[in-house]
């Protein structure tokens, strides 16, 4: 048996408002005549966060278009443009969701590789470390913050830059700076964490080391999503704490049916990560039932609309694509069903899946 002997984030700094404490924490990475790149979630442009950054000299402030989830032709013209602009840079800070810290690790690791970002979607493909890092998440959920992935839609497919030279350098784990997100938005994003958490605690591939997490992460889930009466500053920090155990727990074992069924839509329909999770998981009771059962609970409680029918009126062409895409995420069905997991999930039983949602 090998072990998986994994790379984790730098440097960790948590609490409210310790986003006052980034100039300094940037400063000893700084490199004369070379900018650090502030990569920052378009919904706070002309918003108050951004005057909060510390810039200094030639850094700047670029805001990432995430109406759609990170394409590897994005992250390529954006390291391109860095490039020619300024040969290198000091390093690269993402602020925002999932997709904006994405975007961030993606771009600072094409600082230093050659080619396109799509070269580089798989497992330890990536050459070279990239320019220091940071990562400032203003959602809570997918645990994007500690991953050692990149998730990336390119010309054929949608992977991650997956390497030992992708996880952060640096994080800063803000709660204040999730709080303006919209009651959906928080929702679809916290059951990312939610759906990690039974995904990894019921899969073939959980140790110790997983359990810990996503028990602490699921538990966190719960105070948030089923205890409370209302939204309050604690939902916030417990979230966040939520989403970093949840990567954890995910780090040593890995995700299941939901996800895969979901980067399927994603693939062919451009849902979004988090609601396409929420939309597979409403149909997952024979695979989760306790899990499907608390988290129909959640929706109803905190009175979230779940899109339904989204696959009705598809053609026979691209059910088959859907269920090509979610079929190649051998590692995830392997986790959700055991080694023989072929046997099991067939691909009419995948068919009459997707039919359903
Ligand atoms: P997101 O980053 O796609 O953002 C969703 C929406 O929320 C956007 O419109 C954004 O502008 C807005 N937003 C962000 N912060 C806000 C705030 N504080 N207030 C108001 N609005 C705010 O959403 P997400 O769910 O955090 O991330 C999903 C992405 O993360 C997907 O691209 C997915 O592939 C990726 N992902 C990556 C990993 C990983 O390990 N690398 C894991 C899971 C998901
Ligand atoms: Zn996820």
Not at 256 to 265: E, I, K, P, R
Request: charged fraction near 25%; aromatic fraction near 10%; proline fraction near 4%.
């Amino acid at each position: 048996m090998k072990f998986r002997n994994f790379k984790l984030v730098g440097y960790v700094v948590y609490g409210r408002g310790c986003f006052n404490q980034l100039d300094e924490i940037l400063s000893p990475h700084r490199k004369a005549g070379q900018p650090m790149v502030f990569l920052v979630d378009h919904f706070f442009e002309g918003k108050e966060l951004p005057n909060r950054i510390p810039l200094r000299e030639n850094d700047v402030i670029l805001f990432a278009d995430v109406t759609t989830e990170p394409k590897t032709i994005y992250v390529d013209e954006l390291a391109t443009r860095l490039r020619q602009e300024y040969g290198s840079v000091s390093g690269v800070i993402g602020i925002g969701g999932g997709s904006t810290l994405d975007l961030a690790k993606a771009v600072s690791l094409m600082m230093n590789n050659p080619g396109s970002s799509a070269d580089y979607q798989g497992w330890d493909l990536v050459k070279f470390p990239g320019v220091y890092k940071v990562g400032v998440p203003t959602l809570s959920g997918t645990g994007a913050e500690v991953s050692r992935t990149t998730v990336l839609t390119g010309p054929t497919k949608k992977l991650g830059m997956n390497s030992d030279f992708t996880p952060f350098d640096q994080i800063v784990l803000d709660p204040e700076l999730t709080r303006d997100a919209p009651v959906n938005q928080r929702f679809y994003t916290g059951m990312d964490c939610y759906i990690h958490c039974i995904e990894s605690l019921e899969g073939t591939f959980l140790n110790e080391f997983s359990k810990s997490y996503g028990e602490k992460a699921l538990e966190l889930c719960r105070k948030v999503f089923v205890e409370k009466e209302r939204w309050d500053e604690g939902s916030d920090d417990q979230l966040m704490m939520a989403s970093y155990a949840g990567g954890m727990s995910i780090a040593y074992s890995q995700v299941g049916v939901a996800h895969a069924v979901s980067y399927g839509l994603s693939y062919l329909l451009g849902t979004k990560h988090g609601i396409g999770n929420c939309i597979v998981m409403a149909h997952l009771e024979e695979f989760y039932p306790a899990g499907v059962r608390e988290f129909k609970y959640m929706v109803e409680k905190n009175q979230i609309d779940i899109p339904k029918g989204v696959c009705h009126g598809l053609t026979d062409e691209q059910f088959e694509r859907m269920i090509d895409v979610s079929m190649g995420m051998k590692p995830l069905w392997e986790n959700a069903l055991g080694k023989d997991w072929e046997t099991k999930m067939t691909r009419d039983r995948l068919r009459s899946l997707y039919e359903k949602l």
